[in-house]
């Protein structure tokens, strides 16, 4: 299970190394996308199907699913890492993400999210802040019960 945080750096090139102990899960060959919040998100290439998770089975006709698509496989990428882990995260990717030079890793299950360090600890700060009120939203829609 990908969990924890870890801080990283992008050197000029936009090379990165992913952590250690999220390469022995995921593996060297990745796919990293647009994420949710200007987050990135990376899966192993055996994974890559979680991204779509949501919108497996529903109808091409609908324009969630369409839209949904495109956004998190229309901006993908496939990256090999080296013999310690690097990689060069994409330009159109460091942009969506508004990442500069200290980033953050963050293990979430079954992927990680790739964030600008000071913009994490900005939303970590709301995230914080209104846990409560969140888990409880999310608690009302498990129990079937109304918003």
């Not at 990165?16 to 999220?22: D, Q």
């Not at 310690?84 to 969506?96: M, S, T």
């Amino acid at each position: 299970m990908l969990i924890g945080q870890y801080e990283g750096k992008i050197d000029s090139k936009g090379r990165t190394a992913l952590p250690k102990k999220f390469r022995e899960i995921l593996g060297d060959k990745l796919i990293i996308t647009l994420g949710y919040e200007n987050a990135l998100t990376v899966v192993s290439e055996e994974n890559w199907k979680a991204l779509l998770e949501g919108t497996e089975g529903r109808p091409f006709i609908e324009s969630e699913t369409r839209e949904t698509q495109r956004f998190l496989l229309g901006g993908a990428s496939n990256v090999s890492l080296d013999g310690k882990g690097r990689f060069i995260l994409p330009g159109y990717l460091r942009e969506f993400g508004r990442i500069r030079e200290n980033v953050v890793f963050i293990g979430l299950s079954r992927y990680v999210e790739i964030w600008d360090k000071k913009r994490w600890e900005e939303y970590r700060k709301g995230l914080e802040k209104n846990i409560d009120a969140i888990s409880k939203r999310l608690t009302k829609k498990e129990g079937g019960g109304n918003e």
